[in-house]
Each structure stands twice: as C-alpha cells, then as structure tokens.
C-alpha cells in the first residue's frame, strides 16, 4: 500500500562540501530526523551509482527506524533497488507515467513543477505530489531559470484548485527554494492558510535543504522551523 505522507517539513540533502562540508551525511539525516523531518529526500548529484545505492540503502534503514519515508531525487533504478518508498523527478529526468510502470501504484513519485502546464502535465502522468519552485532564488541550486515566487505558487495553487478531477484538486504539494527560519512564517502565512474561500488550496509543506543541511546543529534548526510552522505569523 502507498504510505500516507506528511509532507508538512520536507528534508532535501545536499552532499557537497558548501553544506554538508566533512561531516557524515547519515548523522546529520539522522538529527534532522530528530528534530522533526517528516520526509527525506536523498539528493545526490556527484557520486556515482555504486556510491549512491549503498548511502540510500543506510538513509532507508535510518528512516525506517523513525517511520519516515525516503524518496531519491531523479534515480528510478536507485530506489527500485533498494526499495525504498519514492522518487523525486524533475522535468529532465524519467517521465511519471514511465517511473509508475517501473514502480508500481505503491510508489510515491514527486515532480519538480515551475508552470501551470508542468504542473498539469505531472499531476495527468499520476504524480502524487509536486514540489512547486523555486520560491526564492538560493545559493544551494545556483542554475535555476524559473524564480516564481509566492504570486507564482499561488497561481498554481489555483489552477490546481479549479480544475474538474479530483487529482488536481487533491494533489499534495510543497514549496522549494530558499525556505529558512527568517521567512518560513511569511511562506506559512501566505501558502498555508487558505488564501480566499474560491481558493482554498494551500501547500502540505516546505522542502529545504540548507536551513537544515548545512546548519551547526540540524537537530534544533528542524525543530525551530517546525515550532515556526506550527506558530501563527505575528502579521498580516
Ligand atoms: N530545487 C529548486 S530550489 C532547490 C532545489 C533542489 C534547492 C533549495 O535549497 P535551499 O537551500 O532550501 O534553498
Ligand atoms: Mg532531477
């Protein structure tokens, strides 16, 4: 059976020396895991397959421990081989439809989506979520073209919203890009509470890698940005 998600704050590694730098990829899953992660998302986008089997295979043992799921960012054949609950695809990797023939009803399978047709076109291929970017412009993904910005996310949100199935209107979606504890509450107030009664749709989550990944303890930094999401923003 496909696991149920909470996708409220969404974990993405980042291996490189800029944010990990010489600590232990695992450990520090592990304490952000601790401080509240709901889903983690193995992003690798230099080691070579050998490498990148054999750290998913002990982020999934670490996850089970704590019933989290873990999906890989853009390798089908990664996650297919050891099993774990999800794929991450962006628009330049496998097509959803072509991943769910390889997976099966019982994967999750996330998409990057900047537009309102790549969201359309996702959610028609039977994604189970997408990840909606990138908010703010961010040092941890320094080629992204499509800068949308809260206007841009709610725009799909309503599209999403408006639609006749019931897959658009149901989709679960989380945000990415430049997400921290400076401004989570902003993005809380503006993509979470339900914007008007003829848009209801909000987002599930935040996906962030950097405030978490790349923070001295990321144990407490999950644990603020969780108290954050759970805090009304003091504004309007
Ligand atoms: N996709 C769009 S932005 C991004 C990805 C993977 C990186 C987000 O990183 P950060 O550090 O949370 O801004
Ligand atoms: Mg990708």
Known sequence: ????????????????????????????????????????????KTSGT???????????????????????NDRVDVALAIG??????????MDVANARTVLGQDKIIGATVSSIDEAH????????YLGIGTLYSTATKKDTKNIIGINGIRKILYYL??????????????????????NLQRVNYQLF?????????????????????????????AKQLKELLNTPPPFK
């Open 193 to 221: 509470a339900p914007s008007t009664s003829e848009s209801p749709k909000t987002i599930d989550g935040v996906a962030i890698v950097s405030a978490i990944m790349a923070a001295e303890d990321p144990s407490e930094a």
């Open 1 to 44: 059976m496909k696991p149920q998600v909470d996708y409220s704050l969404y974990l993405v590694t980042d291996s490189t020396d800029a944010i990990l730098g010489r600590r232990d990829l695992i450990e520090v899953v592990e304490q952000a895991i601790q401080g509240g992660v709901t889903v983690v998302q193995y992003r690798d």
């Open 84 to 93: 774990c609950e999800g794929v991450h695809l962006g628009q330049d990797d």
């Open 121 to 128: 076109t996702a959610v028609g291929k039977g994604a189970d």
């Open 50 to 72: 050998g490498i990148l089997v054999d750290t998913a295979r002990k982020l999934h043992r670490i996850c089970q421990q704590y019933q989290i799921p873990l999906i890989i």
């Open 161 to 182: 919203d408006h639609q006749g199935d019931s897959a658009f209107k149901n989709i679960k979606t989380v945000c990415i890009g430049g997400v921290n504890a400076s």
